[in-house]
């Protein structure tokens, strides 16, 4: 079995999916690939069971936390040494994950984050958006002393021990920016690559413009809560 996986949490991407996937094998090879189908209304499950395509299916809608957890589970149980975590609406490139695999390891990290705001290319979000980011960016720094530019990213690959760690434990709402702080609060060595995202084709972010104030209040609180806990590492 290879020991490499990425996980691709999906809700109703009727139109993206097919897409991501076939990425995915095109330009990640190397890598098994699991999409967790967190209980889409549309035709997100049937279009992947006529490709044939490896899904989970969730019986219960857990939202994008709870389906990244149930990756990372999986993960963990099938004995993977290393996992993605890959947008499957279409926003990230399969053609990034083996340089992240070999930063991973030549640096000996436990998470790399793929980040738009390194080098600045491809699609960089709204402005509104840049603006949170930025904030999340000081927020994570002053919690931790790690300046993370793309806080809200969800391309990143992880290696075992982070595995086990977000099987155990991860963030059900927004996760990234609390997941990340919770990370470096207990010593997990990250760090990120630039890489170019694109623009979403098809459907509708979960994050909105009426609930973008729920969204940076929530997500403050839960930063602030997980720079003040400390986990053990492994």
Request: net charge positive; aromatic share 8%.
């Amino acid at each position: 079995m290879k020991k490499k996986l990425v996980i691709i949490p999906a809700y109703n991407e009727q139109g993206n999916i097919l897409k991501t996937v076939e990425d995915v094998e095109k330009n990640a090879p190397d890598f098994d690939y699991v999409v967790v189908n967190d209980c889409s209304t549309d035709d997100t499950l049937a279009l992947c069971r006529a490709h044939g395509i490896h899904v989970l299916d969730l019986p219960i809608n857990l939202g994008i936390g709870g389906g990244v957890q149930t990756g990372y589970l999986y993960a963990c149980r099938k004995g993977y040494d290393k996992a993605a975590q890959f947008d499957g609406d279409g926003q990230h490139n399969a053609s990034y994950l083996g340089a992240m695999a070999k930063k991973l390891e030549e640096e000996n990290l436990d998470m790399i984050i793929g980040s738009r705001y390194i080098e600045k290319k491809g699609f960089q979000s709204s402005g509104l958006r840049r603006v949170g980011i930025r904030y999340f960016t000081w927020l994570i720094h002053a919690m931790t002393k790690k300046r993370i530019t793309d806080p809200t990213s969800g391309m990143r690959l992880c290696n075992r021990r982070m595995i086990e760690w977000f099987a155990f434990d991860y963030p059900r709402d927004y996760p990234e920016p609390e997941s990340v702080t919770a990370a470096l609060k207990s010593g997990m060595h990250i760090e990120e690559l630039p890489v170019e995202m694109n623009e979403r084709a098809e459907g509708v972010s979960s994050i909105s413009a009426r609930n973008s104030v729920y969204y940076m209040i929530k997500v403050s609180i839960a930063v602030l809560m997980a720079s003040s806990r400390k986990k053990k590492k492994g």
